[in-house]
């Protein structure tokens, strides 16, 4: 039936639609309920399909660049893949300047994860080369 | 000669009646008081200055008082007039997705790919949306209008503007303000409601701290954040394309000086024209409605539940996470994507408990989760309704 | 065969007939030498170049002749030509209104805050646009065309461009072209007038330093200006509206990143389109009617009429104030708003009789006021057409 | 009459008003006389109400933060808000060097007046730190 | 409440009714594969990225698949959607001329002035198009098509779809995603071509040292140029116009903020814009056609006759040069103008045959040259066909 | 006939003239023979024409700066003005480096040049005053 609408609709204007539907909804789904149980759990399937993927991702990179790593004996290297509290506390200490100077500013997160971001990476090493150009 | 003083006379009595005095109303003198309040905020204490500055004088501007009937091409609603023809990005819902491409370049999703479980906290709090929906509903707002409104629950205010675009195009700009408003209250809302819902012992919870990042993944995220949600909500293209590009310019580390300019100059000019026209579209004459007060009602309801909705979703987490593994419920808030500001109340709070606990970098990943959920819900919204 | 050299003939013959050559008029060769002659003025003498460069060189995009019978899509006037979508900002006024909001970014008020009486100087030297629109009608100019073409008296652009495209549309590039011209001779006008209305006591006349202006002064004046400006002449309100939130942008100091755009990227890229459609619009055919050198000879009268008008009023000003409170009159020119080069001729002038007597400072003050004297002039001008 | 024109008007397009009314100042006020007495009256009110006001208020910030000023003790500053001529000096040099090198640029003003901009402000002090935030 | 569930059960359908999965076809996996390479292509061997990487994510973005016949204004094609709005500016030619101001604007053109010859290279490396223009007719398109296919043997993007937009619309996508492609693959078609025309001695051949350029002669060159290349295609004006104006506020020394911003946030802006809507304008449904496969077939044999064309003429150039004053051959190529790339190819190759020849900076001129003949020849074709 | 029919072209819409055109062509042109020597010959004359002026001009131009140099006895820089081996050789290292970063950079061409384009010019000096100033 709502394929059926749809198809339909697709002669009508925008607003007529919206509000046809809207109509419905008033009949159907008075509370929202259904709404609700739907949008809400659409919300959590999408982030959990990222969270699954990213998660087995991450795993599979963090070998496979260790492997790498081990393999042109940086060895140190390797290991600082896992922990990076150097770094962290020196973002941290940096968040929480930004954070008592309120700058209000989007960038910010970025700027505390800066040199972790510099971390190994497999693809072209010529990549470095251009972050450095001057506008 | 008689005629002439004819027209003296009547050329200051026109001019008289052309001035904003007697055009003035009471809903004006309200409307200029509440955007000095928005400046004051802004520059005074800091509440998001680059959304409350323009947003705060283009209410100045909407309500200067002026003779409407004398279609001098002055206010935002008569067509031929500048600000009608800058209103255009938003009315048709143009501007949102360029500054989600700024937003996008701007944005750094290491934190979340550090520690993925922590996308679903960006999930939970979108129960704000749908609680405020129910609500709206209930209070007699019908769907297309609730679902519009609901969406401030999103905490984004591009994502509200855009779905109020499609949904309910007469009430764009309350929910624009209301959005926005409540998004610079962030700092006075939130910690209330993680104290009331957190017990001692949780507040001092440490996490390890997040692992380092690959180029690589930070390159996939954007490619496969997009496939994976449009896939499933088509309808959130124009603003999760938007995001994920503008990530994609970042990350790549080949096209710098795109992602410099989407976050430079090309974010500000849409922000100033955003925050000025949304501002001014609250002419008095048109804005001060019960359906506004109604919105504003439910902006707030929205932002308290979609809060207590992420922290109390940490807590259910933590029964089912191992010791160690536990997620501090102070970064339930976080998933209210007024990015960064509510992982920055995170981090105070959670200061207050534990002066070395510092739990911002885990509060930005569900922050910037909290901007991918939101943008799911409204696209879920829009096909209910438009499809 | 025979077909083929038919073709290759036509083809030739066709080819040339589309070329410029035997489209060309003597039209055209004198609007680019006037092309030429902007171009060498702004790079060899350096008279304004951001705005006589790209003038310049639209004149000569303007006036390359082609066939404008093929609608081949080239003419500004053309719709389809790129041109054509790039000059719909300018006949609907949207630009000038851009401009002022990043001269307000870029436009420091503590001078006029510092002495605030300086303010009525930027209002006398209004009296050029009042002037001129006296002599327009007497010349035979219709009101609505003599107001339009007055405002060139206001020295000031975007203020001609947006009133003459609601009054003028078809007068819109003779007034523009005039206006900027005429702001970019200012050095060549005003000095002669000067001298000759000022005896060498007052050109001696010194003034005391400007005192300190706290922040919230600074702060408060896009606002109070605003308000107080626009509820006396609301039709002023896109040039004064954008030009009291630009500034406030600046001021604020907590939307810095907003108004180095609005004063750098936003206005360098009206500025561009603006000027090269304002030159192209000249094209030959459509501009070089006895109109035009009506305007253009109108244009200097308002220019020495309110360089002239500004002394006066210093002058007169005088004889109210008490010793050591007096005003230099050689900042009376200051009031034609050709920010800031009219404050520099005062400089100039100033030290050819004093070596140790620096006027810029004093004479900033008159010229940004005269920036909002000519914005309200131009406010009444429209309510009393269009109301 | 005015009045009632104008809202008659409404139903027209702009040109059509605009040119009524130019045909009716045409009979009505054919020298300008009219317009000018009135337009250039309503700008020296503007400009003299704006006067008035910053005026008055400038005289009241003035008192009220050197009360403040000496309150904290500052009193070097409190005069300081008198004159400022050692800025102002600089100022000028700055401004004679720009004029000689003629820099057609309209941000010279701000230049040459920025440090005075930096005086003293009620506002929070946290201003200060955003606007050496590096862009 | 059997109502209710209907709902659900309903809902859910429709839901997925609406999501990508059952509106995907094998042209969707096709493109999204496609715009995959591309990013891939861009990042890791850095072809042209600042075109491959939003062009590639603009097929992504254009390739999620959806319920096409719901309305919801996702599609580029479909009227109030966002991107259909962004893509207005490829349609209508409007972005290409202000690519071009901003290339103007970076572009030295001393290496050409300081050695005038180079530029008959430029010309030379035409014959791509012509050639391709004829290919085009005999596999069946028809002319105005040919036409604006061919235009891509001169390998600029902006000048192709600003051809295709007035010849031949339906075909503007495939003709940008050809043109550009092939652009960034000139570092691997153009050296096989150039190895095998040229012989040993020839690729050693030694040319002396560019003179330097005087500052009138860099300022003079635009003004000239524009008129001297308008006068003879007025229909080139758009493109050349910006190109040269571009050029004239690098070149004139006193608008160098207008520059930077030509060259920096405008050209940065647009060149996101045209990339996401190029990229996005492939539509599975509305892309993968013959005609599409004809076109990046067409597109690889004009980049092989261009760079053939340009070898071929400097070795005929030579034929008539003293000993001394003869050109290497191995910058022919420059002349298909992929600035910089097909310079650098020349550079490359010809230090494979000599470390210390080289000639990069010789290159440099048939390459800028390279851009205005394309122009022209675009300019004919316009005139041809509209006229 | 062409010309007739542009004139008559006038009133109908772009794409119908195209058509038109397109229709014609293929009937007298069907190989593109004429188009392409016709076509080939236009861009030749246009890049001729602006080979011819400027072999002239800059010929021109540099005896005439070489003798107001020698005027004011900057008799080195007069030679300068014939060959800029020096410059060039800065300009095609810095190339080559960037080419070996390849940083696909359009402004490349510019650096390379920037130095020479510093050359002596008869335009006010003052130009050289903006170069330097501060966005
Ligand atoms: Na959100
Ligand atoms: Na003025
Ligand atoms: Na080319």
């Known amino acids: 039936m709502f394929i059926a609408q749809a198809l339909q609709n697709a002669s009508d204007s925008t607003s007529t639609i919206v509000h046809r539907n809207s109509e419905l909804f008033m009949k159907i789904d008075p509370y929202g309920i259904g709404m609700t149980v739907m949008g809400y759990s659409v919300v959590f ?36 893949i896992e922990e990076i509290s150097g770094e962290i506390n020196a973002a941290i200490a940096y968040a929480i300047y930004l954070y008592f100077n309120e700058l209000h500013d989007k960038e910010n997160p970025i700027i505390t994860i800066n040199r972790v971001s510099k971390a190994y990476t497999p693809w072209s090493s010529k990549i470095y080369g251009l972050r450095q150009y001057p506008r | 000669m008689e005629n002439f003083f004819d027209f003296l006379t009547h050329g200051i009595e026109q001019f008289v009646a052309y001035t904003a005095f007697p055009n003035m109303t009471v809903g004006h003198i309200i409307m200029i008081t509440v955007g000095l309040i928005f400046i004051y905020l802004a520059i005074s204490k800091e509440y998001e200055p680059l959304l409350l500055v323009p947003i705060g004088f283009g209410i100045l501007i909407g309500n200067i008082p002026f003779l409407e009937s004398a279609k001098l091409q002055i206010g935002i609603y008569e067509p031929g007039s500048v600000l009608n023809y800058l209103h ?3 009315m048709k819902g143009i501007y949102p997705p360029l500054i989600f491409l700024g937003i996008g370049a701007m944005t750094d999703f290491s934190a979340l790919l550090s520690n993925p ?21 209930i209070i007699g707002f019908i769907p ?27 009430l764009i700009c309350a929910i624009a303000i209301s959005a926005y408003s409540y998004m610079a209250l962030v700092p006075v ?36 954040g997009l496939i994976l949600t449009t896939f499933i909500t088509p309808s959130a293209l124009p603003l999760l394309g938007m995001l994920f590009f503008g990530n994609l310019l970042k990350e790549s580390g080949v096209t710098k000086r795109l992602a410099d300019t989407a976050k430079g100059a090309l974010i500000d000019i849409v922000t100033i024209l955003i925050g000025l026209t949304v501002g001014a579209s609250t002419q008095a004459t048109t804005f001060l409605t019960p359906e506004s007060i109604g919105i504003f009602a439910l902006g707030a ?87």
């Open chain 2, 189 to 224: 809302i939130q910690p209330p409601i993680m104290k009331l819902l957190t017990n001692d012992k949780e507040r001092r919870i440490r996490m390890k701290p997040p692992r380092s990042v690959s180029k690589t993944e930070k390159i996939m995220f954007p490619i496969v």
């Open chain 2, 144 to 170: 297309e209008h609730a679902a519009a409104i609901a969406i401030i629950g999103g905490a984004d205010g591009p994502t509200a503007i855009f779905l109020a675009s499609k949904l309910a195009p007469e």
């Open chain 1, 45 to 80: 399937i999408a982030l959990l399909l990222l969270y699954v993927i990213f998660y087995n991702l991450s795993k599979a990179m963090t070998l496979n660049i260790r492997r790498i790593l081990r393999k042109e004996g940086k060895t140190e290297e390797a290991n600082k």
């Open chain 2, 301 to 387: 309801a929205s932002f308290v539940i979609a809060t207590a909705g992420g922290v109390i979703f940490v807590k259910v987490m933590n029964l089912f996470l191992p010791e160690g593994k536990k997620i501090n419920p102070l970064i339930g808030n976080a998933g209210v994507s007024a990015v960064p500001d509510s992982a920055r109340v995170s981090q105070t709070i959670g200061l207050q408990y534990d002066q070395t606990n510092h739990l911002l970098m885990h509060a930005m990943g569900p922050n910037v989760a909290g901007v991918i959920g939101s943008a799911v819900a409204a696209g879920i919204m829009l096909s209910f309704f438009m499809g």
């Open chain 2, 117 to 137: 479980k922590l996308m679903l906290l960006g999930a939970a709090a979108q129960v704000g949306i749908f609680g405020a929906y129910i609500l709206a509903l």
């Open chain 2, 88 to 90: 255009f990005g938003v």
